[in-house]
């Protein structure tokens, strides 16, 4: 039980269908799209906020 554990086989596959340019291009594009998400994120969190802030602001006036 606490002696010598066997290691996990290792093996060398070779994709049958692997195209490297293919996967290039998928790679720069999800790099491109990246960006985009994280600020569009970071707006709508703001507005949330925004909104927020407006409803406690008219709640305490009133």
Avoid: C, N, W
Avoid at 18 to 43: A, L, S
């Amino acid at each position: 039980m606490f002696g010598h554990r066997p290691k996990p086989k290792k093996f060398d596959y070779q994709f049958r269908y692997h195209d490297p340019e293919k996967e290039e291009r998928r790679r720069r594009r999800i790099k491109i799209k990246r960006p985009y998400k994280k600020t569009h994120q970071g707006r709508s969190i703001l507005l949330y906020a925004l909104g927020l802030s407006l409803v406690v602001y008219i709640i305490s006036v009133l």
